[in-house]
């Protein structure tokens, strides 16, 4: 089945820094990649996603890029605020039978002030 | 925020009692879905339901079971709760599972 490996599995920036998380995926016949950030106590909530079909999307200081050949998406985050700070998840939705998205274990991102 | 809502927010349990967690949506989203959430392991999913009374297995299914008898409502039982079973568990909705999740606000179960 699907496995999806990110990292790292910790980040610690500046105010103002970008970050960047990356994932890789195992299935190549995956079409679609959502971004979950979770801030504490809460349930994830749904910051960004790419498909298949697209290499790059933006979304004011957040992108994510697809590459398909190698199987890796990557989150980029720009001026990077306090506010940023929270546990971001990648995932890959599964092909096979059934569709089911598999979650990377999460990036815990610190934004120091 | 869509309207998802967990019951109960916080349980302890003793080793071996049944315990049933319920998730009630008022989006009329199609798909329903439990995971749980330990640290070191991310979300993995336990059970979903693609309707009503259609309900299919995760990654971590073994030791739990659901039932889905109204669009609304998708609960998740432990028939005998081990500590290994310890977790927070989020109940996520969706149109389809090709488009975004929303997640409740999260159960969190302490086994003893």
Redesign the interface.
């Given at each position: 089945?699907e496995n999806v490996e990110?990292h790292p599995s910790t980040l610690s920036v500046q105010e103002g820094d970008s970050a960047v998380i990356k994932c890789t995926y195992s299935d190549s016949a995956s079409?679609?990649f959502?971004w979950?950030k979770q801030e504490l106590g809460?349930?994830?909530?749904?910051i960004i996603?790419i498909r298949s079909n697209v290499g790059e999307k933006k979304d004011q200081r957040i992108a994510v890029t697809l590459n398909k050949t190698a199987k890796h998406f990557s989150l980029h985050i720009t001026e990077t605020q306090p506010e940023d700070s929270a546990v971001y998840?990648c995932a890959a939705?599964t092909q096979g039978g059934?569709?089911?998205?598999?979650?990377?274990?999460?990036t815990k991102l610190t934004v120091n002030p | 925020d869509a309207g998802i809502t967990q019951s109960p927010r916080h349980k302890v349990t003793e080793t071996g009692t049944p315990v049933t967690l319920r998730c009630h949506q008022t989006e009329n989203h199609r798909y329903m879905y439990w995971y749980r959430q330990d640290p070191?392991?991310?979300?993995?999913?336990i059970h979903?339901s693609y309707g009503v009374k259609d309900t299919?297995k995760?990654?971590v299914s073994d030791g739990y079971s659901v039932s889905r008898s109204k669009t609304e409502d998708f609960l998740l039982t432990l028939e005998s709760a081990t500590s290994s079973q310890t977790s927070v568990y989020?109940c996520?909705i969706s149109e389809s599972?090709?488009y975004?999740?929303y997640?409740?606000?999260?159960t969190r179960l302490t086994v003893t």
């Amino acid at each position: 089945g699907e496995n999806v490996e990110q990292h790292p599995s910790t980040l610690s920036v500046q105010e103002g820094d970008s970050a960047v998380i990356k994932c890789t995926y195992s299935d190549s016949a995956s079409n679609y990649f959502p971004w979950y950030k979770q801030e504490l106590g809460k349930g994830p909530q749904l910051i960004i996603d790419i498909r298949s079909n697209v290499g790059e999307k933006k979304d004011q200081r957040i992108a994510v890029t697809l590459n398909k050949t190698a199987k890796h998406f990557s989150l980029h985050i720009t001026e990077t605020q306090p506010e940023d700070s929270a546990v971001y998840f990648c995932a890959a939705l599964t092909q096979g039978g059934s569709e089911k998205l598999v979650f990377g274990k999460g990036t815990k991102l610190t934004v120091n002030p | 925020d869509a309207g998802i809502t967990q019951s109960p927010r916080h349980k302890v349990t003793e080793t071996g009692t049944p315990v049933t967690l319920r998730c009630h949506q008022t989006e009329n989203h199609r798909y329903m879905y439990w995971y749980r959430q330990d640290p070191g392991h991310g979300l993995r999913l336990i059970h979903y339901s693609y309707g009503v009374k259609d309900t299919d297995k995760g990654e971590v299914s073994d030791g739990y079971s659901v039932s889905r008898s109204k669009t609304e409502d998708f609960l998740l039982t432990l028939e005998s709760a081990t500590s290994s079973q310890t977790s927070v568990y989020f109940c996520a909705i969706s149109e389809s599972p090709a488009y975004e999740q929303y997640f409740g606000p999260g159960t969190r179960l302490t086994v003893t």
